[in-house]
T-cell receptor, first 116, second 109 residues
Framework: GAVVSQHPSWVICKSGTSVKIECRSLDFQATTMFWYRQFPKQSLMLMATSNEGSKATYEQGVEKDKFLINHASLTLSTLTVTSAHPEDSSFYIC????????????FGQGTRLTVV | GQNIDQPTEMTATEGAIVQINCTYQTSGFNGLFWYQQHAGEAPTFLSYNVLDGLEEKGRFSSFLSRSKGYSYLLLKELQMKDSASYLCAVMDSNYQLIWGAGTKLIIKP
C-alpha cells in the first residue's frame, strides 16, 4: 500500500511554545490529507481536512488559530500547534487519500505530543 | 446524527475465534472499513466492504449487511499479536470517514 510518513514520532515541548508536525505521502499524490487527534482509550477525532493549495476545513470546536494547517504541495501537509498547553498533549495522526471518492485512508505513524 | 457503535472491550483466548460487531447509522453509505490499531501506533487497514456478504482475507474476515446497518470482523486462530484495538469506520455520502470508538481486544494465553 501507499506510504505516509509523519515526523516527529514524539515530541516534548514547554508550555507556550509551538510545535510543527509534518505529514508526507511518499509514493503517491495526496489531494486530501486529514488530521486527527486521539486521546487515550478514545477514537480518532477529526480535526481538519486539508486540500492542496487551499485553506483547511476545520471541524466544529477546533481552533483554527491554534492548530495551523498548511498543505502546500500534493505530498506535504503540516500541522502547527501554536502556544501549546498541557491539555494539547495527545496523539496526533495524519492520513492521506489518493483521490476523491471511495479510497482507503493511509495513515502516518502518529506523533505523541507531550506539553510540560 | 451519525453514529457508529462497537463494544468497548473484548477478551478471547489464544487459538480461538472472536467476532467484533459494529452497527452504524450514517447519512449515506459508501462502504465500511475495519482498521487495526496497536497501542501508540497509527491504524492499519484490514478490510473494506461495500456489498452485502463476507470478505475473507486469511485469518480475518469481514461481513456486511447494509439493510441492518451491521458489520462484523471475525478473527480466527487468534495470536497474541492480535491484541489491539479494532476500529470500524463508515464512509458517508460525502466520502467522509465516520469512526467508531474502537474495540480493545485482549488475547489471553
Amino acid at each position: 500500500g501507499a506510504v505516509v510518513s509523519q515526523h516527529p514520532s514524539w515530541v516534548i515541548c514547554k508550555s507556550g511554545t509551538s510545535v510543527k508536525i509534518e505529514c508526507r505521502s511518499l509514493d503517491f499524490q495526496a489531494t486530501t490529507m486529514f488530521w486527527y487527534r486521539q486521546f487515550p482509550k478514545q477514537s480518532l477525532m477529526l480535526m481538519a481536512t486539508s486540500n492542496e493549495g487551499s485553506k483547511a476545513t476545520y471541524e466544529q470546536g477546533v481552533e483554527k488559530d491554534k492548530f495551523l494547517i498548511n498543505h502546500a504541495s500534493l505530498t506535504l501537509s503540516t500541522l502547527t500547534v501554536t502556544s501549546a498547553h498541557p491539555e494539547d498533549s495527545s496523539f496526533y495522526i495524519c492520513s492521506a487519500r489518493t483521490g476523491t471518492g471511495i479510497t482507503e485512508a493511509f495513515f502516518g505513524q502518529g506523533t505523541r505530543l507531550t506539553v510540560v | 446524527g451519525q453514529n457508529i457503535d462497537q463494544p468497548t472491550e473484548m477478551t478471547a483466548t489464544e487459538g480461538a475465534i472472536v467476532q467484533i460487531n459494529c452497527t452504524y447509522q450514517t447519512s449515506g453509505f459508501n462502504g465500511l472499513f475495519w482498521y487495526q490499531q496497536h497501542a501508540g501506533e497509527a491504524p492499519t487497514f484490514l478490510s473494506y466492504n461495500v456489498l452485502d456478504g463476507l470478505e475473507e482475507k486469511g485469518r480475518f474476515s469481514s461481513f456486511l449487511s447494509r439493510s441492518k446497518g451491521y458489520s462484523y470482523l471475525l478473527l480466527k486462530e487468534l495470536q497474541m499479536k492480535d491484541s489491539a484495538s479494532y476500529l470500524c469506520a463508515v464512509m458517508d455520502s460525502n466520502y467522509q470517514l465516520i469512526w467508531g470508538a474502537g474495540t480493545k481486544l485482549i488475547i489471553k494465553p
